[in-house]
């Protein structure tokens, strides 16, 4: 496995030390905390380094877009991780039952992010979130506003497009559905989408943005930041696909939008316990929220905090109340469902 490492190297021995204890004021200095991210190590790089220039606390962090969970436990009790940081609902859930995580008692954590936020049990933690919105031709789309419901509707027959259903992302929205209005009224709704559909599934976020610029179909599934990131990055392409389409978003009836989080865990055997919990506690200090969601156009998990000028040109994000630890435990039936009415095929 390649990982990319940033911030200073990555020792090792760190793990076998079994070291706490900064005996002299020499060795405060030497002071870490060990990272491990599925996330791109740019969206992180101002907040670490700002975290270093508080505290003194040294990051190391590793990158790898997979596996890191299952590494950590086979790492076991020398794992040298502190933190794992990582999106998804999905994947949080997973290192919860992997068993490599440890619970978090912090007051300043509980007050930072709302309850829905985070693991009841205190497992996990949001950062950021993102919306399940809807990408909808400027041209032939007059709608400006929608519910997830509404996505059955014969009226878009032929009309939509979306990744995979079996991707964590829309599964998180399935299993949504699922806590919504339960397991009998979700597999009609997903039989009416996928009697929507103008092709068969697939591609990422922004092919669909793709396809809706290209006419293959008028509206489709994405989670808001890939429209930030094709308006403001280097593909000329890509800009365009976002010029093609606007952002809807979408809720539940009786309800609001579908949100997952991006989050961090404290890992089970943490070397580094106190650093660990110093670097979680002032991800969500205002300054840092500001930064972390800005750069990867997510919306800050702590209430208050100023969203990117684009992301805010969306509309008012008005988050469905139920958990997302709901959503991750209905996780398992969504899968089933999508894959019992044939949803990919
Ligand atoms: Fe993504």
């Not at 790492?75 to 919860?96: F, H, K, M, Q």
């Not at 809706?212 to 489709?220: E, H, R, V």
């Amino acid at each position: 496995m390649a990982h990319k490492m940033i911030g200073r190297r990555f020792v090792l021995g760190l793990a076998l030390a079994g070291t706490v204890a900064a005996v002299a004021p020499a060795a405060a200095a030497e002071e870490v905390v060990n990272v491990y991210t599925n996330r791109e190590p740019g969206l992180y790089s101002a907040t670490l380094d700002e975290f270093t220039a508080k505290t003194g606390i040294k990051v190391n962090a590793i990158f790898s877009e997979q596996g890191l969970a299952e590494r950590i436990r086979a790492e076991g009790e020398n794992s040298p991780a502190d933190v794992l940081i990582t999106v998804d609902i999905g994947r949080l859930e997973e290192a919860v039952d992997l068993g490599i995580t440890q619970p978090v008692q912090s007051e300043a954590l509980e007050s930072a992010i709302p309850a829905q936020f985070r693991d009841p049990k205190d497992h996990w933690f949001g950062l950021s979130l993102r919306a399940r919105t809807v990408y909808a031709s400027k041209d032939r789309v007059k709608e400006n506003a929608l519910t997830y419901e509404d996505l059955a509707d014969p009226k878009w027959k032929g009309r939509l497009c979306t990744r995979s259903f079996q991707h964590q992302y829309n599964i998180a929205l399935v299993a949504a559905m699922i806590v919504k209005h339960g397991e009998a009224k979700t597999e009609e709704w997903l039989k009416g989408v996928k009697a929507n559909l103008a092709k068969k599934p697939s591609g990422g976020d922004r092919d669909v943005a793709k396809d809706i610029a290209a006419g293959a179909c008028d509206i489709g599934l994405g989670n808001q930041y890939y429209v930030g990131l094709m308006t403001n990055g280097k593909n000329e392409d890509q800009k365009k696909w976002a010029e093609a389409i606007k952002v809807i978003l979408p809720t539940f009836k009786d309800g609001g939008t579908h949100i997952n989080v991006s989050g961090i865990v404290m890992a089970k055997n943490a070397p580094h316990r106190e650093n660990a919990l110093k670097l979680m506690e002032f991800m969500v200090t205002p300054d840092a929220q500001r930064v972390f969601a800005n750069v990867n156009y997510e919306y800050p998990v702590r209430p208050g905090i100023e969203i990117n000028p684009l992301v805010k040109s969306f509309g008012e994000l008005k988050p469905d109340a139920m958990l997302v630890a709901d959503v991750g435990k209905a996780r398992a039936k969504a899968s089933e469902l999508v894959d019992r009415v044939g949803f990919d095929r």
